[in-house]
T-cell receptor, first 112, second 112 residues
Framework: GQQLNQSPQSMFIQEGEDVSMNCTSSSIFNTWLWYKQDPGEGPVLLIALYKAGELTSNGRLTAQFGITRKDSFLNISASIPSDVGIYFC????????????FGTGTRLKVLA | SAVISQKPSRDICQRGTSLTIQCQVDSQVTMMFWYRQQPGQSLTLIATANQGSEATYESGFVIDKFPISRPNLTFSTLTVSNMSPEDSSIYLCSFQGYTEAFFGQGTRLTVV
């Protein structure tokens, strides 16, 4: 079945550093979503991507929809302590539905 | 955008008992979903809660274990029945907005 693999699984970075993470699949997706989950909270949408090659920013966050439609990337510039959390990519299980499959997650820890 | 709230936010339950989790949205939504997040894991879709009809369950989840109600367009419940320690997870409700899925803050369930 469909799987979304995220890399890295976890990372420790220094405050102020840039962060890159990716999400890959063996299947094609027509939508890529990036969510962040803070401890004790539900996921919150950061960026949505709808077209291959699309590059979208949200403040210090930039995400790209891979050309092959099998991957996506999220970059965080100048990380700050509140960036700590788990970042999930997600995509619709079947094109045109709202049933999402979530990636394995990247756990980010920022060292002040 | 609509606000979604869950309760309880957390509970510790004895094995063999059942827990009902409530999810309230402050506006009418067509699609509501229930997810499970096992410790340190990603989110897995349990079922789609349909108003006026039975819920639609994903592979690996059955109605006897996870009965769902959807009495109206703003409310849904998920019951975790005959609990065992393996049911210890975060359970999240979600609804599909115009462009993204919104999540409740989750119910952290510990079964002892």
């Amino acid at each position: 079945g469909q799987q979304l693999n995220q890399s890295p699984q976890s990372m420790f970075i220094q405050e102020g550093e840039d962060v890159s993470m990716n999400c890959t699949s063996s299947s094609i997706f027509n939508t890529w979503l990036w969510y962040k989950q803070d401890p004790g909270e539900g996921p919150v949408l950061l960026i949505a991507l709808y077209k291959a090659g699309e590059l979208t920013s949200n403040g210090r966050l930039t995400a790209q929809f891979g050309i092959t439609r099998k991957d996506s990337f999220l970059n965080i510039s100048a990380s700050i302590p509140s960036d700590v959390g788990i970042y999930f990519c997600a995509g619709p299980r079947t094109s045109g539905t709202y049933k999402y499959i979530f990636g394995t997650g990247t756990r980010l820890k920022v060292l002040a | 955008s609509a606000v979604i709230s869950q309760k309880p936010s957390r509970d510790i339950c004895q094995r063999g008992t059942s827990l009902t989790i409530q999810c309230q949205v402050d506006s009418q939504v067509t699609m509501m979903f229930w997810y499970r997040q096992q410790p340190g894991q990603s989110l897995t879709l349990i079922a789609t809660a349909n108003q006026g009809s039975e819920a639609t369950y994903e592979s690996g989840f059955v109605i006897d274990k996870f009965p769902i109600s959807r009495p109206n367009l703003t409310f849904s419940t998920l019951t975790v029945s005959n609990m065992s320690p393996e049911d210890s997870s975060i359970y999240l409700c979600s609804f599909q907005g115009y462009t993204e899925a919104f999540f409740g803050q989750g119910t952290r369930l510990t079964v002892v």
